[in-house]
């Protein structure tokens, strides 16, 4: 079973930060099936999850920046993004350096920090976007709260 399924509940209505989710997801299945390897396969994977990770949030943060939402939200925000990144550059460091629970750790932090982040944090973005733009935001949103 792949380690990240998408699903419905994580749809925020804004169908290119949506596009962005999903191949996230896969990104993270990728990393996931590479992590027994301790070579190149995983580099490439953990690399690739980077490079569009650092994409995908200058994406948001652009456009949180042109739909005029809250500052002080959009600064909570952009802060999430830039720690979650520093604390996946470490947990990439300690692989590096040998620890063999590193590359299970980073797998576990990434899941439950993605799952979490776009359905409580990107959602809230999405409302305040949709109300902002007087578009509908989907049903799903806040279902589980
Ligand atoms: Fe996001
Ligand atoms: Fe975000």
Not at 21 to 41: G, Q
Not at 45 to 72: K, N, T, V
Not at 127 to 133: E, G, K
Request: charged share 25%.
């Amino acid at each position: 079973m792949a380690a990240m399924q998408w699903s419905v509940d994580f749809y925020t209505g804004l169908p290119e930060i949506d596009r962005q989710h999903e191949e996230l997801f896969a990104l993270v299945n990728r990393l996931h099936d590479a992590r027994t390897h301790r070579n190149e396969l995983l580099d490439q994977a953990f690399g690739d999850l980077c490079d569009y990770i650092r994409d995908h949030f200058s994406a948001e943060e652009s456009f949180m920046d042109q739909a005029s939402l809250d500052p002080a939200y959009v600064a909570r925000h952009r802060a999430a993004h830039a720690n979650f990144i520093m604390r996946i550059n470490e947990l990439w460091q300690a692989h590096r350096a040998g620890s063999d629970e590193a590359a299970d750790d980073l797998l576990a932090f990434l899941i439950a920090w993605l799952r979490e982040h776009i359905l409580i944090t990107d959602r809230k973005m999405a409302v305040a976007a949709h109300h902002h733009l007087g578009s509908d935001a989907p049903h799903n949103q806040f279902s589980h709260f």
